[in-house]
T-cell receptor, first 114, second 118 residues
Framework: NAGVTQTPKFQVLKTGQSMTLQCAQDMNHNSMYWYRQDPGMGLRLIYYSASEGTTDKGEVPNGYNVSRLNKREFSLRLESAAPSQTSVYFCASRGEGWGRGEAFFGQGTRLTVV | AQKITQTQPGMFVQEKEAVTLDCTYD???????LFWYKQPSSGEMIFLIYQGSYDEQNATEGRYSLNFQKARKSANLVISASQLGDSAMYFCAMREDAGGTSYGKLTFGQGTILTVHP
């Protein structure tokens, strides 16, 4: 009963380094999302994938790339990390349909860029 | 303009009392959904309650209820009989559904930190 699994949970990067945040869900959901959480700003959408093979920009996409590897996996890549990307990153997934269809979130990745 | 506004950065409540967390939203869509999530100090996001824009009755889930006032565009969370374990950050979020193109994207408010005192 894993739900949404993110790795790693913590990461420290030096400015300019690159890394990939991994996310996998086992609920057969079509839609997946990456959000970042900063103090006083709630969660903001970075990228999303409405279905396997599609990705699109959210509110704050600059400095990030994503890959929807298959239906289960959606990764977020920082090509050249900057201190402004210090944040907590959440992956989420959602099934199709109207109505409630709440998003399920991973445990989060706390990233510090020094 | 902010789509979701939570005006209370912090709230305090005595154990066993009720508390209301405010949320106002801004949308021109007729079809939308409103959500509340809880984030305890451990960091995970826990879904609490959902209200659809066409739902005529206020949503309830156990001790949680949503006071939905559509004309005022407010969706306040009411927690009855507060418990120490309710101490957490609470987020209000909106999904705009018009045209079926939202793909489930959520817009979040800034959050309210709730502290329950014994």
């Amino acid at each position: 009963n894993a739900g949404v699994t993110q790795t790693p949970k913590f990461q420290v990067l030096k400015t300019g380094q690159s890394m990939t945040l991994q996310c996998a869900q086992d609920m057969n959901h079509n839609s997946m999302y990456w959000y970042r959480q900063d103090p006083g700003m709630g969660l903001r959408l970075i990228y999303y994938s409405a279905s396997e093979g599609t990705t699109d920009k959210g509110e704050v996409p600059n400095g990030y790339n994503v890959s929807r590897l298959n239906k289960r996996e959606f990764s977020l890549r920082l090509e050249s990390a900057a201190p402004s990307q210090t944040s907590v990153y959440f992956c989420a997934s959602r099934g199709e349909g109207w109505g409630r269809g709440e998003a399920f979130f991973g445990q989060g990745t706390r990233l510090t860029v020094v | 303009a902010q789509k979701i506004t939570q005006t209370q950065p912090g709230m305090f409540v005595q154990e066993k009392e009720a508390v209301t967390l405010d949320c106002t939203y801004d949308t021109s869509d007729q079809s939308y959904g409103l959500f509340w999530y809880k984030q305890p100090s451990s960091g995970e996001m826990i879904f609490l309650i959902y209200q659809g824009s066409y739902d005529e009755q206020n949503a309830t889930e156990g001790r949680y209820s949503l006071n939905f006032q559509k004309a005022r565009k407010s969706a306040n969370l009411v927690i009855s009989a507060s418990q120490l374990g309710d101490s957490a950050m609470y987020f209000c979020a909106m999904r705009e559904d018009a045209g079926g193109t939202s793909y489930g994207k959520l817009t979040f408010g800034q959050g309210t930190i709730l502290t329950v005192h014994p």
